[in-house]
Every structure is written in structure tokens, then in C-alpha cells.
């Protein structure tokens, strides 16, 4: 998959590669708020940057000014009901 492979995208983050390194590069909202959406996302691209062999290096860099402010929580009705579903 290596050997300068074009930058891997989705919709909240790239991934390039360059011989032994991978530079993932967020780029999910403006601020790169962590969510749902992002966990499972790096959870992937982790997997998928484990897997590749000739990678040695992750490198994490943002595109945007902040790299990652924090956790950002669902308290609509809908997200409330499915978490207190979880913990019963």
C-alpha cells in the first residue's frame, strides 16, 4: 500500500503515505471537535495504518488552528435514551 501511495481521504481526516511514515491529517470541522463520527474513523485508519508492513511512523498533524479541543457529547432527547439504554 506504501511507496508514496496517495493521500488516503475521508470526510474527516487524509492519510498519506511516504516509504515508512503515514501522515494523518485532521480536518473535521472547524475545530476538529472529537465525536462519534471521528472515534470510529482514527479507530479505522489506525487499524488500517497497523496492518500496512512498511509503515514504521504515524505522524498527526491538523490542518485546521486547533489539532484537538476535546470531546464534543450528543444531548439531544434521542442520544440521551440510547446511552441511559446502554447503562441499564
Do not use: W, Y
Request: glycine share 4%.
Amino acid at each position: 500500500m506504501n511507496a508514496e501511495s496517495p493521500a488516503t481521504k475521508q470526510e474527516c481526516l487524509t492519510v498519506a503515505f511516504d516509504g515508512p511514515v503515514a501522515t494523518l491529517t485532521l480536518q473535521h470541522g472547524s475545530i476538529n471537535a472529537i465525536d462519534d463520527a471521528l472515534l470510529d474513523v482514527l479507530a479505522a485508519t489506525f487499524a488500517m495504518v497497523e496492518a500496512d508492513s512498511e509503515v514504521s511512523v504515524l505522524r498527526i498533524r491538523s490542518e485546521r488552528r486547533v489539532f484537538l479541543p476535546g470531546r464534543t457529547f450528543d444531548l439531544s432527547p434521542d442520544a440521551l435514551k440510547a446511552q441511559q439504554a446502554l447503562t441499564r
